[in-house]
């Protein structure tokens, strides 16, 4: 079955450091790809999507391509902030079927 | 505009009580979802609703769970004689059309606690 696999946490980062959170998936066909973001207290949030291989999605100043040769679809953001505090969780629905398919979410901490 | 709303927020209850949580999803999205996470863990599917037919029950973890949404809008799920094991938090989620590339719009969820 279909299924996503994130890099464990948590993750602490000083500000203004490189932020990459590894994500791969395992999907029949050609899945749509997204990250979510849940910061303290809320609820669950769209960061970006990417629907086809080698697109990229972009928000925030996080980014993440959706690379078909690797299965992969990793999140980065060039300088981080305290407010990205949060976490982070990769998904993937299948073309056959709206349902999410989530990762097990990646915490992150800023200190600034 | 108004996003998800769910509620009651928390929930406890003892063991072998009856509980129902509603989802009101944002006004003119067809599709309906509900999720349960796990302490830690990232959401898990239960159901999807396409209007008022639920199409997909496959993640209903027994027969005690029990969704409905009879008029296309309002969504209850209901868990019969609860059990520990079904202490989580409780998601719904909402998106527009049917298509899978559409964002899915989350409501802050019900946590339910079983004692």
């Known amino acids: 079955g279909n299924s996503v696999t994130q890099m464990e946490g948590p993750v602490t980062l000083s500000e203004e450091a490189f932020l990459t959170i590894n994500c791969t998936y395992t999907?029949?066909?050609?899945?749509?790809l997204f990250w979510y973001v849940q910061y303290p207290g809320e609820g669950l949030q769209l960061l970006l999507k990417a629907t086809k291989a080698d697109d990229k999605g972009s928000n925030k100043g996080f980014e993440a391509t959706y690379r078909k040769e690797t299965t992969s679809f990793h999140l980065e953001k060039g300088s981080v902030q305290v407010s990205d505090s949060a976490v982070y969780f990769c998904?993937?629905?299948?073309?056959?079927?709206?349902?999410?398919?989530f990762g097990q979410g990646t915490r992150l901490t800023i200190n600034p | 505009g108004a996003g998800v709303s769910q509620s009651p927020r928390y929930k406890v209850a003892k063991r072998g009580q009856d509980v129902a949580l509603r989802c009101d999803p944002i006004?003119?999205?067809?599709?309906l979802f509900w999720y349960q996470q796990a302490l830690g863990q990232g959401p898990e599917f239960l159901t999807y609703?396409?209007?008022?037919?639920?199409?997909?029950k496959s993640g209903l973890p027994s027969d005690r769970f029990f969704a409905e949404r009879p008029e296309g809008s309002v969504s209850t799920l209901k868990i019969q004689r609860t059990q520990q094991e079904d202490s989580a938090v409780y998601l719904c989620?909402?998106?527009?059309?049917?298509?899978?590339?559409?964002?899915?719009?989350f409501g802050d969820g019900t946590r339910l606690s079983i004692l």
């Open positions: 998904a993937l629905s299948d073309k056959g079927a709206q349902k999410l398919v």
């Open positions: 999907a029949t066909g050609y899945p749509s």
């Open positions: 989620a909402s998106s527009l059309g049917r298509r899978p590339d559409q964002p899915q719009h």
């Open positions: 006004s003119g999205h067809v599709s």
């Open positions: 609703f396409q209007n008022e037919a639920q199409l997909d």
